[in-house]
């Protein structure tokens, strides 16, 4: 199965969401630590942002922009439908931490917290994007979804 049918036949540089994993994981990290739930209130926000189209207003995509710059880095080029249903899981996952925090269930932040942690590190050191995996094989079996 190839991966090279876009939602949209958009763009987006990859180098930027690979540091964004960077500063959302440090956040997880945060969160994890010290149970303060603004954390993942701040990350659902970001991602709500970055997720519909309002980058300049998210304050992780800022940080990954200024980051890229100041180190230099390259740009490289993915398809944006498959990054945004891969922000979609990342949004879900926060809100399911949140509801989590909420409801006191412990074990099940842990779990939570780990795949999404997991999934942000794959993206991070091995450019390795497990929603766009998910986003290519359900693509292939439902050739509508997402449209």
Do not use: W
Not at 8 to 19: A, G, P
Not at 71 to 93: E, H, S, V, W
Not at 111 to 128: P, Q, R, T, W
């Amino acid at each position: 199965m190839a991966a090279a049918c876009p939602l949209n036949y958009k763009q987006l540089d990859s180098t930027l969401v690979r540091i964004g994993s960077f500063y959302v994981i440090v956040m997880l990290t945060a969160f994890l630590i010290t149970s303060n739930v603004a954390v993942l209130y701040l990350l659902g926000i970001d991602a709500l942002f970055r997720v519909y189209g309002q980058k300049q207003f998210s304050f992780i995509y800022q940080l990954a922009s200024g980051t890229k710059h100041l180190l230099r880095l390259p740009t490289k080029m993915a398809d944006a439908g498959a990054k945004r249903l891969a922000g979609q899981f990342a949004l879900l996952f926060v809100l399911m931490l949140i509801v989590g925090h909420h409801l006191e269930v412990s074990l099940f932040i842990q779990v939570v917290a780990g795949i999404f942690l997991l999934c942000s590190l794959m993206e991070l050191l091995f450019d390795f994007c497990v929603g766009c995996k998910v986003y290519y094989i359900v693509k292939y079996f439902f050739p509508g979804f997402h449209s």
